[in-house]
């Protein structure tokens, strides 16, 4: 066929009645009669499939025969004004070829709705389905958002190690990294693990976070962010943890906590937008999926209308509040006087879950929350010490739906006080003392947050679960494809 190929999308948008087209796809349904067929074809450009109208006693039976569900065709034909009803043209076939046909006896993904749970066993071919085409589509968006944000602004784009030498972060929930022989590993005299002959002579680890050294990276080029893959052993099988999890990590020289806040909020709000601007079609799929599925539900717990959701929180302030401010609300409040949560609230220090998290902002607040200085036990030894000896200018933003989305602080610049606190915390120094460079030479206020990119995907498209925002989740006993 020697026609060029038109992507449906463009095709849609250009509208020319009269012209011959070529377009290449798969088969989403075909119906019809011993007359006409209707193919609705999809090449993942858009959400929208087009028709191909096909006049039956024109075309080869066993040709037709091979179009069935998830076939890849190629068609050629007459671009008309559509009859019925949805898109504005489609195709009177002239010329199909079968690119790749489909066995109905054994592809999966039938013409009918599919529920979450299967598709996530066959995530290999879930990228067919509209809900997951979708995802996908704005998943794309949404990391050219976070480039296209901090190019604007002036921040570098910094490339972080993903195999790490430090365990100050993460210590527990790393991956490790070794060529040693696990059956037969070479030995110290104590009997421990020798590391010395691994591959990098010493113990290594996949990264929890490139906060450290992107650090050095803001205390030169001012600021910087990184955006790439994370990874934690965390044995916590929930709807917002992954193993493989990918971060957007700014940090930036002279700015102070509220400068990180301010940042952060625009941040958040330029992704809401830009999904808004951009990716309607597909948003507006994800909302009639999600208000389908919560059909069964309550009104009271049915979740705000997808699209209305992101333009409140595009339109609204986060709601800037101090842990201990928190921590008298949570006290005080319904569930916690009626022990409904799991871990209640009694005193100033504890650490919040995420149904507190989630308290404060759809039953407290209904907006987006910023909890600022936190206990310094609770949070990372690098955060900066505030004046009353016992909170660090820590920040979470809390989001509807969510919980914790953004975890970010301002950095302690002091050098004598951060070693103070690597002591109190049990982290070696002397491991550390690249990082501590920053504060020996031309230290100076700064600070960052990590931004979890599937978190923000799942209030984005709605979405209840982050193995469904990832093309290939990794899970506590699942790292399948
Ligand atoms: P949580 O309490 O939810 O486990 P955290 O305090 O461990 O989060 P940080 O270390 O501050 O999180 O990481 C920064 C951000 O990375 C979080 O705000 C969240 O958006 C995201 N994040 C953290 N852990 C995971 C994970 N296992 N899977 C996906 N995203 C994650
Ligand atoms: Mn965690």
Redesign the pocket.
């Given at each position: 066929m020697e026609q060029k190929r038109i992507k449906i999308k463009n095709l849609l948008v250009s509208n020319e009645v009269g012209s011959e087209v070529n377009v290449k796809g798969w088969v989403r349904t075909k119906r019809g009669n011993k007359q006409i067929n209707f193919i609705a074809l999809n090449d993942g450009s858009t959400i929208q499939n087009l028709q191909i109208v096909v006049d039956v006693p024109n075309f080869n039976e066993d040709l037709l025969k091979k179009i069935s569900t998830g076939a890849a065709i190629s068609v050629i034909g007459e671009v008309i004004a559509s009859q019925g009803s949805g898109q504005s043209v489609e195709i009177s076939a002239t010329r199909i070829e079968v690119l790749g046909v489909a066995d109905p006896e054994k592809y999966p993904l039938q013409p009918k709705k599919h529920s979450l749970e299967f598709l996530r066993e066959k995530a290999h071919l879930r990228f067919r389905t509209s809900t997951f085409s979708a995802v996908f589509r704005i998943r794309h968006a949404m990391a050219f958002a976070v480039h296209e944000f901090f190019n604007k602004k002036g921040f570098f784009y910094m490339h972080t190690p993903l195999i790490t030498g430090s365990d100050a972060e993460g210590a527990g929930e790393m991956f490790r990294v070794s060529t040693l022989n696990a059956k037969n590993p070479p030995l110290n005299e104590d009997g421990s693990i020798n590391y010395k002959e691994d591959f990098f002579g010493k113990e290594t680890n996949l990264t929890v976070?490139g906060q450290l050294e992107g650090e050095l990276g803001a205390m030169a080029l001012g600021e910087i962010y990184t955006f790439g893959p994370?990874f934690?052993a965390?044995n916590?099988n929930t709807t917002?943890?992954?193993?493989e999890?990918w971060?957007i990590e700014p940090e930036m020289a002279f700015y102070d906590i509220t400068d990180n806040m301010d940042l952060a909020e625009e941040f958040l709000k330029y992704m809401i937008k830009y999904a808004l601007d951009n990716c309607m079609e597909d948003l507006e799929f994800l909302s009639k999926r999600l208000q389908e599925e919560e059909k069964g539900k309550k009104d009271s717990e049915k979740s705000m209308e997808l699209i209305q959701k992101l333009r409140f929180v595009l339109e609204n302030d986060f709601v800037r509040l101090t842990y201990t401010e928190a921590i008298e609300i949570l006290r005080n409040c319904q569930p916690n006087k009626k022990k409904k949560f799991q871990y209640l609230i009694n005193e100033w220090g504890a650490d919040l879950q995420?149904e507190h998290e989630r308290y404060l902002v759809e039953k407290k607040f209904e907006k987006p929350v910023i909890l600022i200085d936190y206990p310094k036990e609770i949070k990372s030894f690098y955060m900066k010490q505030n004046e009353d000896g016992k909170t660090v200018a820590a920040m979470?933003i809390l989001f509807p739906g969510i919980?914790?989305?953004?975890?970010g602080s301002q950095r302690e610049e002091d050098l004598d006080k951060l070693v103070t606190r690597m002591k109190e915390m049990g982290i070696p120094a002397e491991d550390m003392d690249w990082y501590l460079d920053t504060r020996r030479f031309g230290t100076a206020t700064h600070s960052g947050f990590?931004?979890?990119f599937?978190?923000m995907m799942l209030f984005v498209t709605g979405m209840g679960n982050?193995r469904d925002v990832i093309p290939f989740p990794r899970t506590p006993k699942n790292a399948e494809f």
């Open positions: 976070s994370t934690r965390e916590s917002r943890h992954l193993a999890f971060m995420s979470d919980g914790e989305i953004i975890g990590g931004l979890g599937e978190r982050i």
